[in-house]
C-alpha cells in the first residue's frame, strides 16, 4: 500500500479527531459516547500545538489514521522518563485496518525518537484489549514493562510497553 506519513495539517484536525473516536468507540474501549475522554481523543487540534501529530495518508491523499508523538518536555507524555519518548492515541480508521497502516505510524514515532537527542527509549500505554496493537508492538521489538502499568482513571488498568533505543557510539 502507497502510504505518506507526515505532521498533520490543521484541515486534517477534525477528520483525524473523528476517525480516533471511532475506532475507540467502535472497539469497546470506551463507556460508550458520553466517556468524558472523547474530548481528549478529539483535541488533535491541541496536541498538534502541545506535541507532534501525525497522519497516515494513502494515495488519494485521505486519512486513514494518525497518532500522537510526545517527546521528552512536551505534556502528552504520561509515563515516559526524561530520556524517554512516548506515543499515544494510535488509531487506524476502519478502511485502513490490516493495510500496515498502524504499523508505518508506529514506525514513524520509533524513527523520530531515534533521530531525537538523549532519547534512549520510547514508551506507550495500551489497553490489555488492542491485541493487534500488542503484536505490532512486540513485532518491532517493544517488550512489556508490567511494572510500570497504571490506571489514569480507577477501573482502568493499562499496560506498558517499552523500546530501548540504540545509542551512537
Do not use: N
Not at 458520553?34 to 491541541?46: F, G, H, I, N
Not at 485521505?62 to 502528552?76: E, I, M, N, R, S
Amino acid at each position: 500500500m502507497d502510504l505518506t506519513i507526515r505532521v498533520a495539517e490543521p484541515a486534517e484536525y477534525a477528520v483525524l479527531g473523528e476517525i480516533i473516536a471511532e475506532a475507540y468507540l467502535g472497539d469497546g474501549l470506551l463507556d460508550g459516547p458520553a466517556d468524558p475522554y472523547l474530548l481528549k481523543l478529539r483535541a488533535v487540534e491541541q496536541r498538534a500545538a502541545e506535541a507532534e501529530v501525525l497522519v497516515a495518508l494513502d494515495a488519494d491523499g485521505v486519512v486513514l489514521g494518525g497518532v500522537t508523538y510526545a517527546a521528552p518536555g512536551t505534556p502528552w507524555r504520561d509515563i515516559s522518563g526524561p530520556d524517554e519518548a512516548e506515543f499515544r492515541m494510535l488509531a487506524v480508521a476502519r478502511a485502513g485496518r490490516g493495510r500496515g497502516v498502524g504499523e508505518a505510524l508506529v514506525r514513524a514515532c520509533v524513527e523520530r525518537a531515534r533521530s531525537a537527542e538523549g532519547v534512549r527509549g520510547l514508551v506507550l500505554s495500551t489497553q490489555p484489549a488492542m491485541l493487534p496493537a500488542h503484536r505490532i508492538y512486540r513485532r518491532l521489538g517493544f517488550l512489556r514493562t508490567p511494572e510500570r502499568d497504571w490506571e489514569p482513571v480507577p477501573g482502568l488498568r493499562l499496560m506498558t510497553f517499552r523500546l530501548e533505543l540504540e545509542t551512537a557510539s
